[in-house]
């Protein structure tokens, strides 16, 4: 053996390494490749990768037509995957992955027709994370978000604590919880994508609510456009329509006691007539008010440090939200009732 073939020898004895203790190397560099979670990405065989059931994002999602995987196929055609997917070992069929994120890229290496690609391996994944990765990246529609609120809810979690878990607020979460059971009307026009705004929605709701009729012929007129503003134009026209149904049953309430009194008058104007001068015209002294009543309640509350009153003729779009009017701009908005505090009650 030549001196130049035995340095790497005396280099490991001189390190105070055996090489006799690593065993056999040649068995080591014929032994298969096989993936590992810590070793970087990876080149994973295609056919051993199932889609994950319960990913967030449906068919329906836009970036998944057709058109979508055919655009991002023909990139990795040209270019291939740049950025790895994230798998985990699926626990039901062992030596198979399920994809944690990157079903886009899959299904685009598909339409290219290849027969791996990179990926990482990582355990530790679960159904929010893909949610949240989602969100953020805003690749979710409403509906695939109310469809995982549904699920975490029957799992028994609290709408609070699903909103921390995806890193959002607490009226987020119940605003996409009504999108779970829409009245008919609304259910067909957000199915259908007419409305896509979970807000309008909402407020579709709260209006269906009191005036169910009404909402429905308005959204069976197909040229109707569905927008905030024709929306605000439809709450103010039923809310004045409420407060004038109301103040006529306060006259007919009004004139029906106005004319028992009439009535009560006349039967004792008879009895003074019999029963002697000025009888009937006595009057009952009006009832005392009471000093503790207050005619008009306005609860006022404070939020974000700023003076406000409850909306007390609005209905909220869930339990544990409320409408407030800010004292200073006149600004309404729907809040949760956790992030409200009392202040004091005025009469109006």
């Known amino acids: 053996m030549s001196k130049a073939a035995q340095k790497p020898v005396d280099g490991a004895k001189a390190s105070g390494m055996d090489l006799g203790s690593i065993g056999d190397l040649s068995a080591l560099l014929a032994a298969p490749d096989a993936p590992a979670a810590n070793a970087g990405p990876l080149i994973l065989d295609m056919s051993l990768i199932d889609e994950d059931p319960n990913q967030p994002r449906k068919d329906e999602n836009p970036g998944f037509s057709p058109e979508s995987i055919a655009e991002i196929g023909a990139t990795i055609k040209a270019r291939g995957v740049k950025t790895p997917i994230s798998v985990r070992e699926n626990p039901d069929a062992p030596g198979r992955y399920l994809i944690n994120h990157g079903a886009r890229r899959f299904r685009g290496s598909k339409w290219a027709a290849k027969t791996t690609i990179p990926g990482f391996i990582d355990n530790d994944y679960n159904e929010a994370d893909q949610v949240i990765e989602n969100l953020q990246r805003n690749d979710l529609t409403a509906r695939e978000i109310a469809d995982f609120v549904g699920r975490e809810l029957a799992k028994g979690k609290k709408k609070g604590d699903i909103a921390k878990e995806i890193g959002k607020s607490a009226s987020f979460v119940s605003q996409h919880v009504t999108l779970l059971d829409l009245p008919d009307p609304i259910a067909e026009a957000f199915n259908s994508g007419r409305v896509k705004d979970v807000t309008l929605i909402n407020e579709l709701v709260t209006a269906h609510k009191s005036a169910p009729e009404e909402v429905t012929e308005w959204l069976e007129d197909d040229t109707q456009e569905v927008t905030r503003g024709s929306v605000k134009l439809l709450r103010e026209f039923l809310e004045d329509k409420s407060q004038q149904g109301q103040q006529e049953t306060l006259a007919e309430q009004a004139l029906r006691e106005a004319r028992e009194r009439a009535g009560g008058d006349q039967d004792t104007d008879g009895e003074g007539e019999e029963g002697g001068e000025g009888a009937g015209n006595q009057r009952k002294d009006p009832p005392?008010?009471?000093?503790?009543?207050?005619?008009?309640?306005?609860?006022?509350?404070?939020?974000?440090?700023?003076?406000?009153?409850?909306?007390?003729?609005?209905?909220?779009?869930?339990?544990?939200?409320a409408w407030l009017k800010y004292e200073d701009d006149g600004e309404e908005f729907e809040t949760v009732l956790i992030d409200v505090q009392l202040v004091q009650l005025l009469e109006g």
């Open 288 to 321: 005392e008010t009471d000093p503790t009543k207050l005619k008009k309640a306005i609860v006022q509350v404070e939020h974000n440090g700023r003076l406000a009153r409850l909306m007390m003729s609005k209905r909220p779009s869930a339990s544990g939200s």
